[in-house]
């Protein structure tokens, strides 16, 4: 929940409920200072009005509290992912790294796998899919920190120069091209 909190998750939900209980509020001064007292002898028109502004209110704060229990459980659910991935790729003692300039543009695939498996990574291409701004957030603090400190662990600090420099023969740098 704190995480959810601490990535403006929760900030900005309270901040739509606030903004929904205004207007409620805005609404509901309008149309007893200036609907009601045209309709002084109508109790019945005051009373389906009543009826539809608290419906609307009731059916708002219903809309809003399942909007967030969605995102909630989707957040839950992104977060078992990318603990169970991490920890699996650490148990196996091959994490998957996005690295640019791999895939088709290798010139000694062989050689290149061997190189990163002595490091601990399969590379692969940078992701296309981007996640919002929370998966972003959690896959960060679940996945991405604890493979890097595994893998600064394993390797040595300054691992990712020293693979860069093996890999450099063997991949295509598209910057100088």
């Known amino acids: 929940m704190s995480d959810l909190y601490n990535s403006g998750f929760l900030k900005d939900t309270i901040w739509y409920i606030l903004l929904v209980l205004l207007f409620f509020t805005l609404t509901w001064f ?14 019945w028109i005051q009373f389906v009005i009543t009826l539809l502004i608290s419906i609307f209110f009731l059916l708002m704060t219903i809309l809003t509290s399942t909007n967030y229990l969605s995102l909630q459980n989707e957040y839950l659910e992104c977060l078992d992912v990318f603990k169970n ?11 998957n790294l996005e690295y640019f300039g791999v895939g088709e543009i290798v ?9 990163s498996k002595s490091y601990g990574v399969r590379l692969k291409p940078v992701r296309d899919v981007y996640y919002n701004v929370f998966e972003e957030k959690a896959r960060d603090k679940y996945y991405e920190k604890p493979i890097r400190i595994y893998l600064d662990e394993r390797n040595g600090v300054g691992w990712e120069k020293r693979m860069d420099e093996a890999l450099r023969p063997y991949i295509i740098d598209l910057i100088k091209k």
């Not at 309008?30 to 109790?43: A, D, E, G, R």
């Not at 991935?85 to 994490?95: F, Y």
């Open 30 to 43: 309008v149309v007893i200072k200036f609907v009601f007292p045209f309709l002084k002898n109508k109790k």
């Open 85 to 95: 991935s991490a920890k699996e790729e650490i148990e196996n003692d091959l994490i």
């Open 107 to 115: 010139t000694s695939p062989k050689i290149v796998d061997s190189i």
